[in-house]
């Protein structure tokens, strides 16, 4: 999966971006889940038009210039609930990432260049300036908004301090100073005002996640979070990151979607720890768990409140993660405030050894459903009447069959022809074309079970291939191949790794400006930090235990787009007198498509991997599939040869 994106809204003019804004995107690498998805209550919203004339009149009202709207909540998550997705709805832009800013007279979206197209597409005939971040001639926030503004007798511009980070925050507020001393708002929710239909805080119930499952009980998760606050000098923290405080206190819930997660605070002292949440949410189970850990509950909008009267000395408290609203209560009440990174996201990175095998198992279940999608694909095809959208109901159908599943992990890329070169692209009823026997589909899709997540890619030739279609396969898969076959020191990081991948590709003046991979959760977010593979410098180190996805790709503008991705688990390799090395267990169990190879590109090293792996996939997927099924499976694993 792959990720990026950003819009702003203001009163006046418009000019570059901020550092707050650069990318507000996907922490990860490089997929989303609600992608340009047809929303089902949009034909109820007022037009683009009538919503900034709303905001409008509050700004005057306010004695405001501008109004800028991230694509994030007060948890700094990847994918927000429907409450916070208020860039979508001032804007009519739902990519999964970017900034709106909203001025008294004109309108602008940052975005990355995996929304370009999409993006251009939903914004036609609304007022709203494209920016495309990472090209030359784009301005920051802060610059558009010092351009726009010049005129201005008010250069007060908002944002509301809840749904942005302490650090975002305050490289706005530099970067805004710069502008002719813009100055900067945090305390207006003004969408309280003018999203009348606003959707509430999500209700879903919160329920236990097995030990079975986890491998690791609440107590012990807190003892080693309190481990690492002492190194730091911590006596308490505050955690704010959803997917953290489900795998800390082995809970699950569902209000966002297609991450088992449930909105929350958790605050830890020395002695003590409480969950702000609303309890009623809570199962009679998982409220019985909380009560045995020694987890006290309270109300979720106490929060601020909790932390004004917080005991101790001082606090751990991440301005990457903390919004600044409540960085802004922390700083009033706490002696010392220890700014660092939460110690949890490289906690939950290492898996348990019951999260290993749940992911094996997983992936075996998913393996199953892919393969039975694989072989019914063509003749589907060749039957007539199939569409991105059909396929993408088959497959989830599929992988609904299976035992544990629970949803998917983000909403399938089902992406036939020209629509493989959108990175993101999700079929709309708009959009959707139906498949021929000729051309690439790309098919990036994942599902959620009780033991494991999955996240795959697969590139399809559905028929005959042009000649470059079969070259950028190929030189896709050899970059897929050549990091799963890396060995390398405990403690590098994902960085350092990148280049391996898109060697190759760059011999051929060819690259992918999303990143190669990302950490997977166990049955958590499809996107997991703190590590990356990716060109840009991530310091995080890789050790064994942790996940990641190898998922290069190339994409030819309206013409095709090829990504091929497995999930690894990182695993020891040796230890020598140069210190431990690491290597890669390929996790995913699905056929790579063989046809588009042009072989004589292969190494021989290449092409015994490729080999290998078809024979476990064989080997492991075969027995649960009918006779039809092996056959199919057998022909598409059997050894590709020179």
Not at 16 to 43: E, G, I, P, W
Not at 167 to 186: A, F, M, P, V, Y
Not at 242 to 248: E, V
Not at 537 to 565: C, N, S, W
Request: proline share 5%; glycine share 6%; aromatic share 8%.
């Amino acid at each position: 999966m792959v990720d990026y994106c950003i819009f702003f809204v203001t009163s006046h003019h418009q000019s570059k971006k901020s550092s707050m804004f650069k990318v507000q995107s996907s922490k990860f690498s490089d997929h989303s889940q609600s992608d340009l998805k047809v929303d089902d209550n949009a034909t109820l919203r007022p037009p683009v038009g009538e919503r900034l004339a709303l905001l409008r009149e509050e700004l005057q009202r306010e004695h405001l210039s501008a109004f800028i709207f991230p694509t994030s909540d007060p948890h700094n998550s990847e994918y927000t609930a429907d409450h916070w997705k208020g860039r979508e709805w001032i804007s009519g832009f739902n990519g999964s990432a970017g900034t709106a800013v909203v001025t008294l007279q004109s309108a602008a979206l940052w975005t990355d260049s995996r929304y370009f197209i999409a993006a251009a597409e939903q914004l036609k005939g609304t007022e709203y300036q494209l920016m495309k971040l990472k090209t030359d001639g784009t301005p920051t926030i802060a610059e558009w908004l010092g351009k726009e503004l010049a005129d201005m007798d008010d250069k007060e511009v908002a944002i509301d301090g809840m749904s942005s980070t302490a650090n975002s925050i305050e490289e706005l507020k530099t970067d805004l100073r710069q502008q002719g001393g813009i100055t900067l708002r945090t305390n207006l929710d003004i969408l309280q005002r003018i999203w009348t239909d606003r959707p509430a805080i999500p209700m879903k119930p919160i329920v236990l996640q097995s030990l079975e499952y986890t491998g690791e009980e609440t107590p012990s998760k807190l003892a080693r979070i309190r481990q690492a606050l002492r190194k730091e000098h911590a006596d308490g923290m505050l955690m704010a990151s959803l997917d953290d405080i489900a795998w800390t206190l082995n809970l699950r819930g569902g209000d966002v979607h297609c991450n088992p997660v449930f909105v929350s605070f958790l605050l830890i002292t020395t002695q003590a720890a409480t969950l702000f949440v609303h309890e009623e949410k809570l199962t009679s189970e998982a409220r019985a768990c909380l009560t045995q850990c020694g987890i006290a509950t309270a109300p979720y909008d106490t929060i601020k409140d909790a932390l004004a009267r917080y005991p101790e000395y001082n606090i751990l408290a991440d301005p990457d993660e903390v919004n600044y609203t409540l960085m802004q209560v922390i700083q009033a009440q706490v002696q010392d405030i220890v700014k660092k990174a939460s110690p949890v996201p490289l906690l939950k990175a290492v898996k348990t050894e019951a999260e290993q095998q749940g992911f094996r198992r997983a992936m075996l279940r998913d393996g199953i459903a892919m393969t039975r999608f694989l072989c019914w694909l063509k003749p589907a095809v060749a039957a007539g009447g199939q569409t991105e959208i059909s396929i993408d109901e088959k497959l989830t159908a599929l992988r609904a069959s299976q035992p544990l599943y629970q949803g998917l992990s983000f909403d399938t890329i089902a992406a036939y022809g020209p629509h493989g070169a959108i990175v993101h692209y999700e079929a709309t009823p708009e959009t959707d074309i139906p498949l021929r026997l000729e051309g690439l589909l790309l098919l990036d899709s994942g599902a959620q079970y009780l033991d494991g997540t999955t996240d795959i890619t697969r590139t399809i030739a559905l028929g005959p291939l042009t000649d470059e279609e079969r070259r950028v396969y190929t030189l896709v898969l050899k970059g897929h191949i050549q990091l799963q076959l890396l060995k390398f020191p405990d403690g590098a990081s994902g960085t350092q790794l990148d280049a391996v991948a898109r060697k190759d590709l760059w011999h051929e003046g060819l690259n992918f400006l999303h990143g190669t991979g990302h950490g997977v959760g166990s049955y958590l977010n499809v996107h997991e930090g703190p590590h990356q593979i990716r060109m840009e410098y991530k310091p995080a180190p890789l050790h064994a235990g942790m996940t990641v996805t190898d998922e290069p790709g190339i994409y030819q503008e309206g013409k095709f787009g090829v990504r091929i991705e497995n999930t690894l688990l990182i695993q020891p390799y040796k230890e020598t007198a140069f210190g431990r090395f690491l290597q890669f267990e390929t996790l995913t169990l699905c056929p790579i498509d063989k046809t588009p190879i042009i072989t004589a590109l292969l190494t021989p090293e290449e092409m015994q991997w490729l080999n290998d792996y078809h024979q476990k996939v064989y080997e492991q997927i075969a027995p649960h599939l009918d006779e039809s099924e092996r056959t199919w499976l057998r022909d598409a694993t059997a050894p590709l040869e020179t």
